[in-house]
C-alpha cells in the first residue's frame, strides 16, 4: 500500500512540474512593444534582440502594426538573433495617438530586448510579456534643465486588449493630441489592441500615474537627457533613456544598489512611491517619507553600496550620468532595480551591441546575493573568476560585485534554486551606453493576498510573506518562519539523468503521511 502510494505521489509530482503554469517574470511567448521617441540625428532603426533558454530553440513571429510587415526569426540555444525594425513603423512620434506597435509571438519561452541606437544617444530596455503586464504605474524619467533647445520626458503605452481606457494623471502640464491638461489633471485616452499613444512634456514626468481597465504596456523616459543630479544644469554629453516599467502590483520594499563600474562620479538613484505614507530608510540618509506619485532622488558615490527598505512598495530607478561628469568613455542610461523579493536563482540574459561607434565597446554587469551565497554562483556553467571582488552591503548580510563580460549570451544561476540573486546588464562606448535588469522575477507581490496551496515554482505567493519560491519540499524550514515547506522553488530533480528517478522518489516521500 505504501508503495501504491508513493507511485502515485510521484506521478502526481510529475505532473505537477510538467503541467504547472507559465511563471511570472521576463520571459515568455508573446509581447507587446514599442519604441518612445529617439532625438532624430542618423535615422538608425531600432533593433530587437532574441535570446533563448530552450536547448530546441525558438521561432518567433514580429509583426509590425502599422504596416503589416511580418518577420520570422530562428533563435537558437545560446545564441542572440537581432531583428531591426523600420523606425517610422515603431517609433513614437510626438504627444497623440498613434499604431507604432510591435506584436511578438514564439512558441516557447524566450528573452527579449527593445534597443534604440542613435549616434551617441543609445539606450536599451528589458521586453516584459503580456502576461506580467498590469492596470496601474508610477513613470521615472530624468531631469529637464536644459540650456538651449529642451528634449522632452515620454511615456509611452501601449494597447493590448481591444476597448481600452487609459487615464493619465500627469506630474506636469502636458498638452496631449492639442487638449491641454494642468499637472494632476486626469486625462483618459480609448485604445484598441495594438494602439499607441506617447504623451511629452519638457518638464520631468516621474511620478505621472497611468492606469487603465485593462492591463497595457508602459514605457518612459526621455527624448535625450544628461541624468544629472535635478537642480543641476542639464549640460553635457547626454543619451536617450527608456525602460518599459513594471505594474506597481510588482514592487517591492527592499533594494540594494550598485555603483556602475568605470564610473567616479557616482549614480544617480530615484525611488517612486506608489502609496502615500510611504516611509523610506536609504543606508547613511535620513528616513524620507513619499506620498504617490512622489520622488526621492539620491546621489551615490561610486564606491558606495546602499541598502533602501520601504513601507509600502516602491520603483527604484538608477541612472548613468553624463561622461562630462567624469571624463568617462561612457554616457547616461536608466534602468530598473529589481526588489530582493523579485531576484531570480538563473538567468538568461544577452549583452547588446546597440552603440554606433563599436570602437571601444565593453559590457558589464552587477550582481547581489547573500553573503553565504556568493560561492555557489556560476557565470556561464563556471565559477565567477578568481579575482572577483566582493563588497559587503553595511547593515546587511548582501554582497555585491562588478564584473566585466563579454559580447553575447550569457546565463547566471545559483547550485541551489532557493538563493537567488539581483542582476543589471550594462555597457559603455565613447559618448554612448546602455542598462537594464539582466531579468527578474515578476510576481504580484504587492497586490492583495490569500493564502494558496503550494505549488513548486509557481512565482506565486503562496504564503503571503511578500516573497515567492523560497523554500524546498524537504520538509525544512529554510526562511525561518516557522513553517515548513510552505513556499516551494524549483526541486532539480532533471540535472542527472541516472539520478533523476532517485531524486524524485526523495522528494515524494514527503508528500506520504
Wanted: aromatic fraction near 6%.
Amino acid at each position: 500500500m505504501a508503495c501504491a502510494r508513493l507511485a502515485v505521489s510521484v506521478l502526481a509530482l510529475i505532473a505537477l512540474f510538467t503541467c504547472s503554469p507559465a511563471v511570472r517574470d521576463n520571459k515568455g511567448t508573446e509581447f507587446i512593444l514599442t519604441f518612445p521617441e529617439n532625438l532624430n540625428r542618423d535615422n538608425l532603426d531600432p533593433k530587437l534582440f532574441f535570446a533563448c533558454p530552450h536547448h530546441g530553440g525558438a521561432d518567433v513571429r514580429v509583426t509590425l502594426l502599422s504596416t503589416g510587415r511580418n518577420e520570422r526569426v530562428r533563435v537558437a540555444y545560446g545564441q542572440v538573433e537581432q531583428l531591426e525594425v523600420d523606425r517610422a513603423a515603431v517609433e513614437l512620434v510626438g504627444s497623440q495617438k498613434g499604431n507604432q506597435a510591435i506584436h511578438i509571438l514564439s512558441d516557447v519561452e524566450i528573452v527579449v530586448y527593445g534597443v534604440f541606437a542613435d549616434r551617441d544617444s543609445s539606450d536599451a530596455y528589458l521586453a516584459l510579456p503580456t502576461d506580467v503586464l498590469g492596470t496601474e504605474y508610477f513613470v521615472p524619467c530624468a531631469s529637464i534643465n536644459e540650456q538651449g533647445p529642451r528634449k522632452p520626458a515620454e511615456i509611452g503605452v501601449v494597447g493590448v486588449h481591444g476597448g481600452t481606457t487609459v487615464t493619465i494623471v500627469p506630474s506636469q502640464a502636458v498638452t496631449f493630441d492639442g487638449q491641454n491638461y494642468a499637472a494632476g489633471q486626469a486625462f483618459s485616452v480609448g485604445l484598441d489592441r495594438f494602439e499607441t499613444l506617447q504623451v511629452q512634456t519638457t518638464e520631468d514626468l516621474t511620478g505621472s500615474k497611468i492606469t487603465s481597465n485593462h492591463p497595457v504596456a508602459v514605457l518612459s523616459g526621455n527624448m535625450r537627457a544628461p541624468c544629472l543630479p535635478a537642480g543641476v544644469p542639464q549640460i553635457g554629453s547626454s543619451d536617450h533613456v527608456v525602460e518599459m516599467i513594471p505594474p506597481v502590483d510588482t514592487w517591492g520594499k527592499e533594494f540594494v544598489t550598485v555603483p556602475l563600474t568605470k564610473r567616479t562620479c557616482g549614480d544617480l538613484f530615484r525611488i517612486v512611491a506608489a502609496r502615500n505614507n510611504t516611509q523610506v530608510v536609504v543606508t547613511k540618509e535620513n528616513t524620507m517619507t513619499l506620498n504617490a506619485g512622489e520622488f526621492w532622488e539620491i546621489d551615490v558615490p561610486s564606491d558606495d553600496y546602499r541598502h533602501v527598505t520601504t513601507s509600502e512598495p516602491v520603483l527604484l530607478v538608477q541612472y548613468s550620468k553624463s561622461s562630462d561628469a567624469d571624463n568617462a568613455l561612457a554616457d547616461p542610461f536608466m534602468t530598473a532595480i529589481p526588489p530582493v523579493a523579485q531576484f531570480e536563482a538563473e538567468y538568461t540574459f544577452s549583452t547588446v551591441d546597440l552603440m554606433s561607434d563599436q570602437s571601444e565597446p565593453t559590457h558589464h554587469i552587477n550582481l547581489v546575493t547573500r553573503s553565504a551565497g556568493k560561492a555557489g554562483l556560476r557565470l556561464d556553467g563556471q565559477p565567477l573568476p578568481s579575482d572577483t571582488v566582493w563588497h559587503d552591503v553595511t547593515g546587511t548580510d548582501y554582497a555585491a560585485a562588478q564584473l566585466n563580460i563579454s559580447a553575447g549570451m550569457h546565463t547566471v544561476r545559483h547550485i541551489s534554486p532557493i538563493v537567488t540573486v539581483g542582476l543589471v546588464s550594462y555597457g559603455f562606448a565613447p559618448r554612448d551606453s546602455y542598462g537594464c535588469p539582466g531579468g527578474q522575477r515578476l510576481a504580484r507581490i504587492a497586490a492583495p493576498c490569500s493564502t494558496t496551496a503550494p505549488v513548486p515554482a509557481d512565482r506565486v505567493d503562496n504564503d503571503c510573506d511578500g516573497r515567492v519560491d523560497e523554500e524546498l519540499l524537504n520538509g525544512m524550514d529554510e526562511d525561518g518562519d516557522g513553517l515548513i515547506d510552505e513556499d516551494l522553488a524549483t526541486i532539480s530533480c532533471a540535472g542527472n539523468r541516472e539520478q533523476y528517478r532517485t531524486c524524485l522518489v526523495e522528494q515524494c516521500r514527503n508528500l506520504v503521511p
